[in-house]
C-alpha cells in the first residue's frame, strides 16, 4: 500500500525520541508536512477546545485534585 494514498502525516516541532519518522535512513517521508508555528498555536487545548463557551481546558485540569 502506498500510504502516501492512505495517511496524511502532519508534525510541528516535533522533539525527542522517535521524532526521526519512518525512513530507515532517518529522513521524513517525502508526503509528510510540517507545521508552522502558526499552524501549531491552533491546536492548542485551551484554543482547539475552547468552542462557542470559551472553556479554558487548562484551568479546568488545574482545579483538578
Known sequence: MNMSNA?????GGSG???REVTR???ARAAWSHQLT?????????RVFLAGKDRW???AAA???P
Open 7 to 11: 495517511a496524511f502525516d502532519v508534525n
Open 16 to 18: 525527542g525520541n522517535g
Open 24 to 26: 530507515m535512513d532517518g
Open 37 to 45: 508555528a502558526q499552524q501549531v498555536a491552533q491546536f492548542a487545548p
Open 56 to 58: 479554558d481546558p487548562e
Open 62 to 64: 488545574a482545579k483538578l
